[in-house]
């Protein structure tokens, strides 16, 4: 059954089919679920892995650029943590926490060193690793794997490594909702198996590493997996999530006329190496807008495109293009971009490539203290999912893949040792979750709604109009098939996107508003912390949430 429920229907208790145990169950298999859970292995834990699809297919084996790290030895001369924490403020407008960014930044080299001694190899040049610099870098430190195609390679290296260390991985099981103590404590998830068949898993923590949300829009870099599922069932949880309204738009995903779901990238390494963003007539798209030219950090470059387009003599034009003509070898530096070009019959060596800005990386999420606490005790989140503090309004290149690594190795140590302290709940006292159903909207049109008026260049009418029509399509729905657990993941996370955009009078980073273009330091220098009401509408929260982390 897929259609709406009565009230009746909606409280059907859940009847578990199977039920396993561990002493952690890590929601995800990207590189920060697979980090956490090789680290839980190594403390001695029991891990489960759950994750809904296979276990390679999440955002982290698309990535291309690389690794933004500052490596002993392979560095630019001048170049340090420092360097790399104020890089990472800039480009995060105001709203990164310092500490946090600190902390992940320093605990790079070590996560990533160990990434390198279990296996994962990174391109060399003579005298080291090669390094490119992407936006928003005053430094070469994004080390890279395969050319552009990093992310296959940190992938690969941990699921062999989980493989080597037989940690159990239940693939096609899709998580929905977290079992709760009387006290309020997550202990354990509700599972569908691939067929559907529910069940439970019984434990004393939660890691959340479930990735991120770009499938909210039409032209998304994200693959299908990318529904927000985590931020939905934290927020269920009673969790607090805060950024949600910053959706970071990559500026070049290659344009296909009529594309929808995931669109391939176009690396910011192509403009790191020389490559220049033009319009149809072969003007330069950044030239006066950014002292970095072509290597302004994203939210920049990705607005300025899509002023362009909207200044296209005719009416609004879909693409510019990205001229890489003058990059020698570009399908050897690039095969990915290359092979993606070349079936579009584009030959980046002679022809400007067609790109356009589309939904890449959500830089807020569920609220973690940089260890991957939650607001809620026995509930931790790393990766995409979780909101460090670490990208504040706009996430610099490359330090994604970087977050997973660290964060998801000190969650697993978080949740060692907050289980050694005796704080975690016994997991034989988690309650299944009343409601089995919640909201969810027609996926079709919460994207498109979503596309039209909560991209880049918001406003008060749009985000409204976008509410109403979300409200309209929106039925409740029981959560009995993976595409009704994503469907009302998307909608609950929309409705949250809305309201924080809406309420944010003001641009800043990513949040790009057309009827308040300016940024508003006096009154927005800070986060919008967001948890659901008890009738399970996303609302504003005492901004002191974002440290009352458990
Ligand atoms: C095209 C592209 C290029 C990128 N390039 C770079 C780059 O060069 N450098 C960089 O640092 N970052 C880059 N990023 C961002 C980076 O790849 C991601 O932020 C990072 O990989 C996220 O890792 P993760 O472990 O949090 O999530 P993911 O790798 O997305 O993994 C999420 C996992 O959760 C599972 N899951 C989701 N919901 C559920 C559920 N309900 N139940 C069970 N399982 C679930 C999924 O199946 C998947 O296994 C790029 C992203 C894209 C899309």
Known sequence: MTGPVNDQQA????CPRWEARADLVVIGSGVAG????????????????????????????????????????????DDTVEKHTADTLTAGAGLCDEDAVRSILLGGPA??????????????????????????????????AGGDATGAEVERTLVAQAGERRIPVLEHHIAVDALRTPAGEVSGVTVLDRNGVPGVVRASAVVLASGG???????????????GDGLALALRAGATVADIEFLQFHPTVLFTPGARGRCPLVTEAVRGEGGTLVDGAGASVMAGVHPLGDLAPRDVVAAAITRRQALAPGGIDDHVFLDATGIPGFAKRFPTVYAACQALGIDPAVDGIPVTPAAHFSCGGVVTTADGRSTVRGLYAAGEVARTGLHGANRLASNSLLEGLVVGQRAAEAVAADLA??????????????RTSAPAAERDALQRVMSRYAAIGRDADGLA???????????????????????AALTLVAQAMLSAAALRTESRGCHVRSDFPERDENRWRRSQVIRLSPSGQPVLAEAASLEGVA
């Open 465 to 487: 109009a976008a509410g109403s029509v979300l409200d309209l399509s929106t039925q409740d729905s029981p959560l009995w098939t993976h595409k009704a657990v994503e469907d």
């Open 34 to 77: 697979l980090t956490a859970a090789l680290r839980a292995r190594e403390l001695g834990l029991h891990v489960l892995v759950v994750t809904k699809a296979a276990v390679a297919d999440g955002n982290t084996r698309w990535a291309q650029g690389g690794v933004a790290v500052v490596l002993d030895g392979e560095r630019d001369a």
């Open 111 to 144: 996560a990533v060193n160990a990434l390198r001694a279990n296996g994962a190899v990174f391109d060399h040049e003579s005298g080291g690793l090669s390094r490119t610099r992407e936006g928003g870098h005053s430094a070469f430190r994004v080390i890279h």
């Open 11 to 14: 409280k059907t208790p859940l």
């Open 213 to 227: 949300i770009g499938q909210l829009y039409q032209a998304t870099s994200n693959p299908e997996i990318a529904t």
């Open 421 to 434: 302290a005796g704080l975690l709940p016994d997991p034989s006292r988690g309650r299944l979750p009343e």
